[in-house]
């Protein structure tokens, strides 16, 4: 029987997640898996999950499902509940489970490029990413990260969440002034989709020193990374998240733990083929 997984999301033609875990499958030698992308929006959800059948291993979530799906689960990992937002869904005999695979993707996307410890950072994005970056932040050791948003109403699950993990995000307007001073930081995680930096390019100082982590991977970089960089800070790019927390959901999926290294590389130079990185 051939084992069958999928991402869902609306729109969803713009994912990388097919090709990447196909390439993950290539390299497990797993030929009778396959994966593809559904267009699925909120009000779809339960009916698409009501008729898979033993053949479907796992799904992957993505926008506007992740927050949708926590009430037609049968049970969810911790982080799920803390962050409030379940982007893989595993399915078996006894019911659906959900996971949160962006926390650890983006701490093990972080770690890759030498940080492992923050005493300062600031998330831009009140959003379900926003979370994981609160989650992934309290890891590292910062529970009171600067969050930058645009609409502070749309910041309360945001705020719940950051509630239920124990920590504390200090919460400031989207503005000048604010980006101005986020740019201080060790650490600056922009959650947010493509475009919606690009007029904080103006608000830089001349010179910044700390890290960026661009949740964005097409296109890249972000007119607001390029800036960023070309001021003297480094880059931490949306692909490398997309990647390490493709692997973990291959790994629940499959349950194939042994080739963690492999399948980073692997899925990572598919996706950099993909985006014609080479």
Known sequence: MTRRAAVLGSPIAHSLSPLLHTAAYAELGLTDWSYDAHDVDAPGLAGFLDQLDES??????????????????????????????????????????????????????LHEHGVTGVAWACVLGGGATASAALAALRLLGERTPHVLVRDRTRAEALLRAADRMGTDPQVDDWSGRSVRAAAEAELVIATTPAG??????????????????????????????????????????????????????????TRETAAHDRLVAALRAAGERSLRRV
């Open 56 to 109: 479907w291993a796992g799904l992957s979530l993505t926008m506007p499902l992740k927050a949708a799906v926590l009430t037609l689960l049968d049970s969810a990992s911790p982080l799920v509940g803390e962050v409030g937002a379940a982007n893989t869904v595993l399915l078996a005999p006894d019911g659906r489970r959900g996971e949160n695979t962006d926390v650890p993707g983006m701490v093990a996307a």
């Open 196 to 253: 919606s930096t690009d007029r904080l390019v103006a608000e830089l100082p001349d010179r910044v020193h700390g890290v960026l982590f661009d949740v964005v991977y097409d296109p890249w970089p972000t007119p607001f990374a390029r800036a960023w960089r070309a001021r003297g800070g480094s880059l931490i790019g949306g692909l490398d998240l997309l990647v390490h927390q493709a692997v973990l959901q291959v790994e629940l999926m």
